[in-house]
């Protein structure tokens, strides 16, 4: 199975796909953990990607095509994967569909006035990409992993806003886009996290 999640920052696309993944037997392909993962590593993508990131802006669509297509590559896509994060603009979308077919786009929709208290009551894992909320885990270390979790430099209020900004100029185009080809699913992402899930695997039945 191949699937698209959307949906604006912090509507929990990470949360939701990483359990969707691990149900499907499917790879979690998250290109905001594969950027993070190269600004770790200090490389040159990394380096280049880091400015654009805590300015809440997208990364050229080239280097996310590129990134992607060598990705779904990889042996632990056979099965299936689940973009979470991609494609992000109509450019990313377009290119997508000249590299594979998609089965169903899933749309989670979440009231923007949520949005900023779920993204700066966040907390990562490093090691894992495990999101947490304040509010539900008072410790500092994972529960997966035990990796010590840190606060995201693009989860500031002053960037935030401007992530919304561009979700709502170049994102969320695509769900008209999708929408027209008939492979759009919209689930209420303002929901507790297991209703969520419940939801998503329902649409994934039909
Ligand atoms: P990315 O990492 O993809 O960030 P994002 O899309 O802004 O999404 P978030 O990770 O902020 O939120 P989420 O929807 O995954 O929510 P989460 O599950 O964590 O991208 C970061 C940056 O990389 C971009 O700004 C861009 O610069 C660049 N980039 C990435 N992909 C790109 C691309 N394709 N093209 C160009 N540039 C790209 O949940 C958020 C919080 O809410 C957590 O604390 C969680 O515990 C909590 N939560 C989750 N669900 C619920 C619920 N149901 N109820 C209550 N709390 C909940």
Redesign the pocket.
Known sequence: MKLIFL?P????????AARIAAAQGIAHI????M?RAEIRAGSDLGKAAKA??DR????SDDI?VAMVEKRIAMEDCKQGFLF??????VA?ADALSGITPIDLVVNIDVPSQRLIG??S??RMCPDCGA???ISTHASDSCDSCGGKLYQRD?DKAETVAN?VRVYEEQTQPLIDYYQSRGQLATVN?D???DA?TAAIQEVLKV
């Open positions: 949906g920052p912090g509507a929990g696309k990470g949360t939701q998250s290109t905001g953990d950027l654009v990131i809440g802006e997208l990364v996310i979470d994060g991609f494609p992000r603009t990313q779920r993204i009551g966040r999101a947490y909320h693009d992530r992402g929901d507790d996290i969520v």
